[in-house]
């Protein structure tokens, strides 16, 4: 008897360490996240040369377990809403209040939609994106912002902005931010200075 439950014991443990690990959970990511810092760049009319006169301003959001470390890149885990390319009027160098929709035209009051880019043979991600910083490397992932709204209030020294958005893949993204917004004057850096400090905000 002692030998046939030595032999069942093994048996049991060959088949337990045979057995594949269990499949992970699909990961459900905050739909109404708050951003708690953030800040804004002032760019200019940065496509003048396409005959687009108006002036562009970029918007990074974080949530408050993320920070920035010496060298100026992300650390810690959550999600940072990055608008580029929000199109102001030619008079306005700070953002102003109003409702700007996710559109492609380049007007006024309108945020140029995420999409996928090649410049020199690498593909970079250009336009509005949401980015997922986990703990878990393997499943942090970046997404395309591709339609939707935001909304600019401001007080005396605080400004609000309400989401109102849809990913790529039809994922509903809300969040709030309330709070200051420095803004940063970059439309006297050289054009091929500025241009890579937005991919180096994407990458980063």
């Known amino acids: 008897m002692k030998i046939i439950h030595t032999l069942i014991l093994v048996c049991i443990l060959v088949l337990v360490s045979c ?27 940065y496509y003048n040369w396409t005959g687009n006169k108006n002036n562009v301003i970029t918007v990074s959001l974080f949530s408050e377990s993320l920070s920035t470390n010496d060298q100026g890149s992300l650390q810690g885990f959550g999600q940072f809403l990055y608008l580029e390319d929000v ?28 999409i996928l880019d090649t410049i020199d043979n690498e593909v970079y991600t250009l336009g509005a994106t949401i980015s997922y910083y986990e703990e878990n490397v393997s499943r942090s992932t970046l997404k395309l912002i591709s339609e939707g709204t935001i909304t600019v209030t401001r007080g005396k020294n605080n400004y609000t ?32 200075i500025r241009s890579k400090k937005k991919l180096d905000l994407i990458l980063q």
């Open 19 to 45: 057995k594949g690990p269990e499949p992970s959970s699909p990961y459900v990511y905050e739909p109404n996240p708050h951003y708690a810092w953030g800040y804004a760049q002032f760019f200019g009319a």
């Open 87 to 114: 199109f102001v009027a030619t008079k306005d160098t700070k953002l102003p209040v109003g409702i700007y929709k996710i559109d492609n035209s380049g007007d006024i009051n309108t945020i140029t939609p995420g």
């Open 161 to 192: 902005l309400i989401c109102d958005l849809k990913t790529s893949d039809k994922k509903e993204l809300k969040g709030s931010f309330t709070g200051e917004l420095p803004h940063s004057d970059e439309s006297l850096t050289p054009q091929i």
